[in-house]
């Protein structure tokens, strides 16, 4: 090959190299591993150029194709994410650049990564664990992120007991690695619509009872902000009808609601608001709920009435509170709570 | 801050990108704060000394209420610095919450920006030849190279590269900071919209500081790549030799004409006061390096990379020669460093005085006086409410109304109910379906095949389908009818009801415009139950269902209006178009 300094490896022989450094830097002495694993970052680097071209240089589709397929033999992803936090900084990010290539791979319909990953799920499993270490967080962060766009996977995750660990990823202390689980988290549960919906319809008690309500009650402001966002999100999705007329019909959900609407900070007022309006919207209020709404009235509408009055600018906001303040202030017993009253009055 | 025990010694040196990086305390207790070094809008720059390595860093504190970006634009902003590791790009350590704050660790460069530098030698009279002399500008800016060229490498622009946002530390190091699409991290210049607002925060349209920003990015017909940043750095150049930016004395709208309308600028024609002077002391070679950058085709200009062997960056030298001369002409780190008046119980927060100096206030005092903010305004969500009951009140389909519509057809009618019973029978024997599929999957997981599973997202999309399908029926035969009494009214009749005939014009997720008519008996319909039907009809988007609403009352209260055109705040300012109704929609009456 004249063309070149050095001819180019081949795929065969990249995979090679890459599953012996790696089988190194898993088992030998500190001394040789060190020696591996700058050869797995050197193949690592070459192996991206395979895969990403270099300046006017195209990649070439049957090279492409045949690493993929010297991935899967060898399962050379799942060494890879085994010894990733022994790899240097910028071997990281070349793997997660390199397994996101790969995955996005297609032949025809066919996405033959996400059936070797399905095949291969403990190597999901690996990158979803890798929250817990700070020094490959972010890098399996990027994977995953690849990982939850194909529906088999993120179904998958969502199915394993492994996702609940989310809720516990995104009050991390470190503010990069919880934000990126909490994206994470995020994704899983907006991204597909009816496998979505599905999920929470099915989980809704373990989901929003047993989890959800701690990330809402949360000491980290950041954690109660952004879950707040996003329950406001879900709910006002119309896949998700029959959870959201699940949860406005639980009067505890109403009440933390109304408990965020005085939260000290503005913002988390303010997202509280998206969710309270839901409540007062339902045409088809339960009686604990309309009574927690009638025996408030006078306090809702006087609070209503000076909420945030400075956002001037915002008419969709201005509506809507004119609005609720009306509902508010109209609203009736229900038929069966007048009845009892006067029942009671009688005896 | 109460004096702990001497932490145990730690590296003071912390390897870019090793291990070590990850190994900073997220613990608030963990750094002693000292002087403020910097401020913005929301956030100030604090010196500060971590406790458990005992290592000197700089810590930016943004407060999360006061601050224009989503938590989603900083988490962007900081996973982009704890992707780099390179000696010229700003060190990142890691980042925590503070109540509402965020606390960003970074490495301590306390020599200050070069901005800071310049701005110390004009002031000091020092600088009529020029500001920087041509050996430090080369060491400097072939710092700044390296650093661009590893931010390109990974396919970063960094948008915003001046003086200001060059950082140089004690040991003469440089660093590039301030990087991605976030001049409002460090810098608070640009903040086009001013006040902070969460929703409705203004989208700057585009990025970086006009005097620096380069004509393809300013004209934005073209897209623009990272040879935008090597024309900031000719731009840059120029600011270290005579003090500033070219036209940096014109407010930003003149910047832009100038910029795009005028040949690139050069050393001569920036720099009008001292023009002879400056020719003498900086070279040919000075100036053709800033010749290349300044080209108006980003294709003629040079990658980062090839602009480091450009003959000018030969007279570069070791970064300790920076030590020698800039940080020994720069201001003294104390004399920067503000003031901060402080109050005992130092967990306060900062926040600026009416003089401009830098205040802490108590802990107890701002939760005092949060408490009575809160107490004036409160409704409590009583937590002893008796509930009684939990019966929840039936969907009423209460009877036609004997007839407060002459148009209704009985047969029409009749067709639909009858087709809607069809749909609930239907829908009955699919829910049944699914609700035994879930049981099984609730109480036995391990055995739910692909196929049930499978089936049972078929049968949730039917469901869904024929619900949607069921409404639209139901709404048409409400139409008939022309009212909508599936609910029990909430709302007090006015006495003189007059049927209103409604058309909501609004796009669909195709963004397909749209008309919905539909009609209204005032004291017998209500908005609520309305737009709850539209959404069950397929017809609304399920976060518009309060703003359509209110806006259903707003016309039926006062009819005079005839029509009203509402944002739906589904989308950036930017792109709104009130004309087009993209992110607004319309309601009216029809005669």
Known sequence: MPLFKSSPKSPQELAKGLKEALGVLSSGGAKR???AA?????????????????GDQEPQPELTAQLAQE????DILLHLINNMAKLDFEAKKDLAQIFNNVLRRQIGTRCPTVEYLCSKFELVLKLIRGYENPEVALNCGMMLRECVRHEPLAKLILENGDFYLFFKFVELSTFDVASDAFAMFRDLLTRHKILCANFLETNYEKVFVDHYQKLLNSENYVTRRQSLKLLGELLLDRHNFTTMSLYINNPDNLKLMMKMLIDPSRNIQFEAFHVFKVFVANPNKSKPILDILLRNREKLTDFLTKFHTDRTEDQQFNDEKQYLIKQIREMQPAADTATATAEAAAV | MAAEEAPTPAPTIQKQGSVDTYKWSNKREDYELLDVIGSGATSVVQAANCLTNNTKVAIKRIELEQCGATIEELQREIGLMSNCSHPNVVSYYTS??????????MKMMSGGSLLDIIKHIVAEGDSKGGVLEEVTIATVLKGVLQGLEYFHANGLIHRDVKAGNILIGEDGSVQVADFGVSNWLYDSQLRLGGKAASRKSPRRTFVGTPCWMAPEVMDQSVGYNEKADIWSFGITALELATGTAPYAKFPPMKVLMLTLENPPPTLETCGDLNRDEYKKHYSKSFQKMVEKCLQRDPAKRPTASELQKHQFFKKARESDYLV??????GPSFASRAKRVKRVPGSSGRLHKTEDGGWAWSDDELSERADEEDRENVKPSADEDAVVTSTTIPTVQVSAPGTSSSSTADPSAQSQLDKKIAQIEEKMKRLKMDREQLTTQQQQNPAEFTEEQYKSSVALLEN????????????????????????????????QTAALLKFCLRIRTEQNQLKDIKFDFIPGKDSADALSN?????GLLEMKNIVVVAANITKLVENPSQKKLIFPLGNMPPSQLEEKKLIGYAQLNLIE
Request: proline share 5%.
């Open chain 2, 324 to 329: 020698q001369t800039i940080i020994k002409q």
């Open chain 2, 463 to 494: 469901i869904q389908r024929l619900e949607r399908e069921k409404h639209e029926l139901e709404f048409q035969a409400s139409r008939l009818r022309g009212s909508v009494p599936r609910f029990p009214v909430a709302t007090a009749p006015p």
């Open chain 2, 96 to 105: 925590f919450v503070v109540k509402d704050e965020l606390w960003l660790v």
């Open chain 1, 38 to 54: 700058e050869e797995a970052a050197k193949i690592l680097g070459q192996i991206k150029v395979m895969l990403y071209g270099s």
């Open chain 1, 71 to 74: 991935f899967y033999n060898h």
């Open chain 1, 33 to 35: 591993a060190e020696k």
């Open chain 2, 533 to 537: 039907d539209l959404i069950a009809a």
